[in-house]
């Protein structure tokens, strides 16, 4: 069935290093993904996204990667912050009303 | 901020209690949705909107009644709620349907 998952629950990085949050997903047909972040006490927040047609795209200080051979997302942030301490969530989309996301993984960032 | 604003941002109710949540949502979109949200579990969808008109129902029980009475305004209407019903409960709007989604802050629900 329809599944979005992540690698791990949890990650620790320390400030100023990468931080790389993974994503699995089983639907072959979704053709747009999304990376969210949710911090404490807040709602989702929208950090960037990448259509089917695309295997990279940046923004600031993120990047995202999408393997579709092996099904695989991947969030990458460059030079981490503690305000980068939050729940990350990928979600992925088949061009319908319904968005699946995953369970989230909560990074920490270490000073 | 997101665009997306949701009140009360914290209830507590008793089972018996009659309550509303409210959503606004000030990005012109014309969908706007429902979530459910609940520890260590993905976002469950519970009701979309699309132009007013509700496009999906996911399997929700009759004690939570959505109303929707313009594109920029969506109400969860709670009525004899159960303790696991606690939760937080998540607004989210998009352009259209399949857009990106953004969401409000949320409003964190204690049923007693």
């Known amino acids: 069935g329809e599944s979005v998952g992540l690698h791990l629950p949890t990650l620790s990085v320390q400030e100023g290093d990468n931080s790389i949050i993974n994503c699995a997903y089983s639907?072959?047909?979704?053709?747009?993904f999304i990376w969210y972040k949710q911090e404490s006490g807040k709602g989702p927040q929208f950090i960037i996204d990448i259509r089917s047609n695309m295997d990279k795209r940046q923004g600031q200080r993120v990047t995202v990667l999408l393997n579709k051979t092996v099904k695989h997302l991947s969030l990458q942030i460059a030079a981490t912050q503690p305000g980068d301490s939050a729940v990350y969530f990928c979600?992925?989309?088949?061009?319908?009303?319904?968005?699946?996301f995953g369970a989230g993984t909560r990074l920490f960032v270490k000073a | 901020e997101t665009g997306v604003t949701q009140t009360p941002r914290h209830l507590v109710m008793g089972m018996t209690n009659k309550k509303s949540l409210k959503c606004e949502q000030h990005l012109g979109h014309n969908a706007m949705y429902w979530y459910k949200q609940s520890a260590k579990k993905p976002l469950e969808l519970m009701f979309v909107y699309n132009f007013k008109e509700q496009t999906e129902n996911n399997s929700v029980p009759s004690r939570f009644s959505p109303e929707c009475p313009n594109s920029s305004h969506l109400f969860l209407h709670l009525h004899t709620l159960q303790p696991e019903d606690s939760a937080l409960y998540l607004c989210?709007?998009?352009?259209?349907?399949?857009?990106?989604?953004?969401f409000g802050p949320g409003t964190r629900l204690t049923v007693l």
């Open positions: 989210a709007s998009s352009q259209d349907l399949g857009d990106t989604q953004y």
């Open positions: 979600a992925e989309n088949t061009g319908g009303f319904k968005t699946i």
């Open positions: 639907n072959s047909a979704s053709d747009y």
